[in-house]
C-alpha cells in the first residue's frame, strides 16, 4: 500500500501546469503565452521610441531617432561607425564621451557610464537596427541586450519581441532587490 514517487526531469512544463503557474509564479512567462497582438503593440512601441545617438569615439555627432530611422549609422565629423544609443533626454553621455576623447580623467560612474556606452556601441554595429530595437526596450542594459541577440533566431521577428517582453518583465520584477 506504499505510494511510489517517479521523479522525471523535463524542458518544458506540461499543459496542465501552465495556466496554474501562470496564475500563481509572476515571474513564469511562457513565450507561447503571449499573442499575436500584444507582440504588435509591443514591436511599433519599440520601433518608435526616441532613443539619443552619439559618436562613441568622438562625442561630437549626436541625434536623436527611433530605430525605424535610417541605417547605417555614421559620425559626419570622424567618419567614425562606434555609434551608441542612449534614452533620449541622456545629456550628459555626450559630455562623458567628449571628455574622454579630451584625454581628461573620468569619476568611476563616468567610467561605468563610459563602458556601458562602448558596450552599446559594439552591439549597435555588429547587429544594427536590431540592436537599437532591443536596446528601445524597457529595463534592458548591453549585457541583457547581447544575450537576447546572440540567441536570436535570424528569421523571426516574433521571437525577438517575444525575448524583450520576458525581458521587461524580469526587469520589473527584480528591479527593487538592485544595488543600483
Given at each position: 500500500n506504499a505510494i511510489e514517487i517517479e521523479w522525471i526531469d523535463v524542458d518544458k512544463f506540461s499543459k496542465l501546469a501552465e495556466p496554474v503557474l501562470d496564475q500563481t509564479v509572476m515571474s513564469y512567462t511562457n513565450p507561447a503565452n503571449i499573442d499575436?497582438?500584444?507582440?504588435?503593440?509591443?514591436?511599433?512601441?519599440?520601433?518608435?521610441?526616441?532613443?539619443?545617438?552619439?559618436?562613441?569615439?568622438?562625442?561630437?555627432?549626436?541625434?536623436?531617432?527611433?530605430?525605424?530611422?535610417a541605417y547605417p549609422l555614421r559620425c559626419k565629423y570622424c567618419k567614425g561607425q562606434q555609434i551608441t544609443c542612449t534614452y533620449e533626454y541622456d545629456h550628459d553621455l555626450v559630455k562623458i564621451i567628449q571628455k574622454k576623447h579630451q584625454g581628461k580623467k573620468l569619476t568611476p560612474d563616468e567610467k561605468k557610464n563610459f563602458q556601458k556606452a562602448w558596450k552599446?556601441?559594439?552591439?549597435?554595429?555588429?547587429?544594427?537596427?536590431?540592436?537599437?530595437?532591443?536596446?528601445?526596450?524597457?529595463?534592458v542594459g548591453?549585457?541583457?541586450a547581447a544575450r537576447i541577440l546572440k540567441n536570436r533566431l535570424e528569421d523571426d521577428d516574433d521571437y525577438l519581441i517575444k525575448q524583450i517582453i520576458i525581458a521587461e518583465k524580469t526587469y520589473t520584477l527584480t528591479r527593487g532587490f538592485w544595488k543600483d
Amino acid at each position: 500500500n506504499a505510494i511510489e514517487i517517479e521523479w522525471i526531469d523535463v524542458d518544458k512544463f506540461s499543459k496542465l501546469a501552465e495556466p496554474v503557474l501562470d496564475q500563481t509564479v509572476m515571474s513564469y512567462t511562457n513565450p507561447a503565452n503571449i499573442d499575436k497582438e500584444m507582440l504588435k503593440k509591443v514591436r511599433k512601441r519599440l520601433l518608435e521610441t526616441k532613443q539619443r545617438l552619439i559618436c562613441a569615439r568622438c562625442g561630437l555627432w549626436q541625434q536623436v531617432m527611433t530605430p525605424s530611422e535610417a541605417y547605417p549609422l555614421r559620425c559626419k565629423y570622424c567618419k567614425g561607425q562606434q555609434i551608441t544609443c542612449t534614452y533620449e533626454y541622456d545629456h550628459d553621455l555626450v559630455k562623458i564621451i567628449q571628455k574622454k576623447h579630451q584625454g581628461k580623467k573620468l569619476t568611476p560612474d563616468e567610467k561605468k557610464n563610459f563602458q556601458k556606452a562602448w558596450k552599446v556601441s559594439s552591439l549597435l554595429t555588429t547587429f544594427g537596427k536590431t540592436a537599437q530595437i532591443v536596446m528601445a526596450a524597457y529595463g534592458v542594459g548591453p549585457d541583457t541586450a547581447a544575450r537576447i541577440l546572440k540567441n536570436r533566431l535570424e528569421d523571426d521577428d516574433d521571437y525577438l519581441i517575444k525575448q524583450i517582453i520576458i525581458a521587461e518583465k524580469t526587469y520589473t520584477l527584480t528591479r527593487g532587490f538592485w544595488k543600483d
